[in-house]
Nanobody, 120 residues
Framework: QVQLVESGGGSVQAGGSLKLSCAGF????????MDWYRQAPGKERELISS???????SYAESVKGRFTISEDNAKNTLYLQMNSLKTEDTAVYYC????WGLGVCDRNYWGQGTQVTVSS
């Protein structure tokens, strides 16, 4: 059974940095995309960054230029480097892995989330 595990969350002051990690996807053989989502209190879960199987990355406008998604294939680990953190970045952060299913890249596997708290 696939179990994604995020780590690296914590509390930091505004302007600081954190690096999140996500492991456990090495047995998702047909993965096509890996994502980072976040959910702030009282808000819907939002997609903030993706990396496709060809290495193409994308970012939500709210994090563009501050966050960097990357993957270490040797370690089977997905990362999210978060710099210049703002209080509005406070949320639970989730990694998700999409896999091919019937020709569509949409079968998602989720981690349990890691809390990031940014204080002013």
């Amino acid at each position: 059974q696939v179990q994604l595990v995020e780590s690296g969350g914590g509390s930091v002051q505004a302007g600081g940095s954190l690096k999140l990690s996500c492991a456990g996807f090495e047995y998702i053989f047909s993965r096509c995309r890996m994502d980072w989502y976040r959910q702030a209190p009282g808000k819907e879960r939002e997609l903030i960054s993706s990396i496709s199987s060809d290495g193409t990355t994308s970012y939500a406008e709210s994090v563009k230029g501050r966050f960097t998604i990357s993957e270490d294939n040797a370690k089977n680990t997905l990362y999210l480097q978060m710099n210049s953190l703002k209080t509005e970045d406070t949320a639970v952060y989730y990694c998700a892995v999409a896999a091919w299913g019937l020709g569509v890249c949409d079968r998602n596997y989720w981690g349990q989330g890691t809390q990031v708290t940014v204080s002013s």
